[in-house]
Nanobody, 124 residues
C-alpha cells in the first residue's frame, strides 16, 4: 500500500526558506510520478513542484520551489526559497503509478495517492 507522510511545516517570515519532507512507503520511485501540492483557504489544490521517477523530468510552478529525492532514506523533499505570505497553505505530497501524461500535466492536481498534509504559514 502506498503511504505518504509530510512533515517540516511551520511559521516563517517573509523572505525565509523552508524544506518540507515526505516519507514514502509501498512503492518504487522508478515507477511513479511524485510531487508537492498546496491548498490555501478558499482555493483549490494546485501543483508546486513534481518529479518523474521514470525519466527524471521535473516541473515547478516557480523556480523558488525545488523537488528532490533521497531513495536511500525513502524521502522526497521540497525546498522553498524566498517565501511570501501568498505561499501560506497546507502542503501535500502526492504520487501516481506510471501515468501516460507528462509531468507538467500530472502536476496540476491529478495524483492518485495523497498524504495528510503539513501547514506552512508565511508572515509579513
Amino acid at each position: 500500500e502506498v503511504q505518504l507522510v509530510e512533515s517540516g511545516g511551520g511559521l516563517v517570515q517573509f523572505g525565509e526558506s523552508l524544506r518540507l519532507s515526505c516519507a514514502v512507503a509501498g512503492f518504487n520511485f522508478d515507477d511513479y510520478y511524485i510531487g508537492w501540492f498546496r491548498q490555501a483557504p478558499g482555493k483549490e489544490r494546485e501543483g508546486v513542484s513534481c518529479l518523474s521517477g521514470i525519466d527524471r523530468s521535473t516541473w515547478s510552478k516557480e523556480v523558488r520551489f525545488i523537488i528532490s529525492t533521497d531513495a536511500a532514506k525513502n524521502t522526497v523533499y521540497l525546498q522553498m526559497n524566498n517565501l511570501r505570505p501568498e505561499d501560506t497553505a497546507v502542503y501535500y505530497c502526492g504520487a501516481i503509478y506510471r501515468p501516460r501524461a507528462t509531468i507538467e500535466t500530472m502536476c496540476k492536481n491529478d495524483m492518485k495517492y495523497w498524504g495528510r498534509g503539513t501547514h506552512v504559514t508565511v508572515s509579513s
